[in-house]
Nanobody, 117 residues
Framework: QVQLVESGGGLVQAGGSLRLSCAASGRTIAYYFMGWFRQAPGKERGLIARNWSGGRTYYADSGKGRFIISRDNARNTVFLQMNGLNPEDTAVYYC???????????WGQGTQVTVSS
């Protein structure tokens, strides 16, 4: 079992930045794919980016250019640096851990990000 706790969300003005953190416990994230997702009101949850322990990353269209996923295996933590935020980025952001590509087995409770215009 992996327990995930997100933090770092909040209210930010358009054009601002936030850095989300996801602290894992139970098992080391070094053996897992880690991903960030978001769900806006009335919309489905969608992938932003995922990260392999070896350093490879994949960004969905929603994460390209402005968001950066990274991890610190020693701290058992994954990060999402978000820059140039706009109101369309308002959503609940979730981190997740998976043992294979495309299959995320463990989820955090989410952290709210609200971007004001």
């Amino acid at each position: 079992q992996v327990q995930l706790v997100e933090s770092g969300g909040g209210l930010v003005q358009a054009g601002g930045s936030l850095r989300l953190s996801c602290a894992a416990s139970g098992r080391t994230i070094a053996y897992y794919f880690m991903g960030w997702f978001r769900q806006a009101p009335g919309k489905e949850r969608g992938l932003i980016a995922r990260n392999w322990s070896g350093g490879r990353t994949y960004y969905a269209d929603s994460g390209k250019g402005r968001f950066i996923i990274s991890r610190d295996n020693a701290r058992n933590t994954v990060f999402l640096q978000m820059n140039g935020l706009n109101p369309e980025d308002t959503a609940v952001y979730y981190c997740a851990a998976g043992s294979s590509v495309g299959k995320f087995d463990y989820w955090g409770q989410g952290t709210q990000v609200t971007v004001s215009s």
